[in-house]
């Protein structure tokens, strides 16, 4: 889904899984296969692997919020960092009592440089009681997200808009600047040539080859 795209418009609601409703007991089977689909660059300061404890609601509240993230995943010829689009990225985000299972099916870069990164968020959120392994609620959601960097290799963030969507893919809520949080970084970047899941050094070089930038293939 492009950022441009109306998604309040028909035929834009996607409906969440049954399997993945409230009531259902959580199952990972259940969740969507990753793939590379593409590749973006990013700033220095963005990559790498970096923590999340808490978000900040505008009026002070601090709610728990524990997510790590990592970005980056090659360097080009030129020494310029570039980021698999290797959606859907799962990822658990712990709330005491709760996990929120965390579905990045897309994530839109709207604008990246020296100092501020622009990003569109895509998410379908699972939350499963801890107890019981019981889905509590799900939903759909689409953040916009703007990013500084901080001291000490953190970077700051700031939500400034959400919408939320029911079950069903209608409207539940929208929310002007819901949050921020600060990213503590834990790892520096590094190049990662292979995991368990993806060969990104093949798939990076394809991707400079269909675009006709052979000269920034690493060696």
């Known amino acids: 889904m492009a950022v441009a795209d109306d998604p309040l418009a028909p035929g834009n609601q996607k409906v969440v899984p049954m399997t993945l409703q409230a009531g259902a007991t959580f199952d990972d089977r259940n969740l969507p296969q990753q793939s590379i689909s593409g590749w973006y660059r990013i700033p220095d300061w963005f990559a790498g692997a970096t923590i999340r404890t808490e978000t ?84 759909r959601t689409i953040q916009f997200h703007s990013f500084a960097p901080g001291p000490d290799g953190s970077i700051f963030a700031q939500i400034e808009k959400s919408i939320y969507f029911k079950p069903d893919g209608t409207v539940r809520n929208v929310l002007i600047n819901p949050a921020s949080y600060v990213e503590r970084r834990i790892r520096a970047f590094a190049p990662l040539d292979s995991d368990d899941k993806f060969n990104y050094k093949e798939s990076f070089v394809e991707f400079l080859h269909r675009s006709n930038h052979p000269e920034l293939i690493p060696q």
């Open 56 to 139: 900040v609601a505008p009026n002070g509240r601090i709610e728990k919020s524990v997510r790590q993230r990592e970005r980056g995943r090659q360097l080009d010829a030129k020494g310029r960092i570039w980021e698999a689009k290797r959606e859907p990225i799962m990822y658990d985000i712990d709330q005491d009592k709760t996990v929120v299972h965390t579905i990045l099916e897309d994530e839109v870069p709207l604008s990246a440089s020296a100092t501020h990164v622009a990003m569109a968020y895509y998410f379908l959120m699972v939350c499963e009681r801890k107890k019981d392994h019981v889905i509590e609620d799900s939903y």
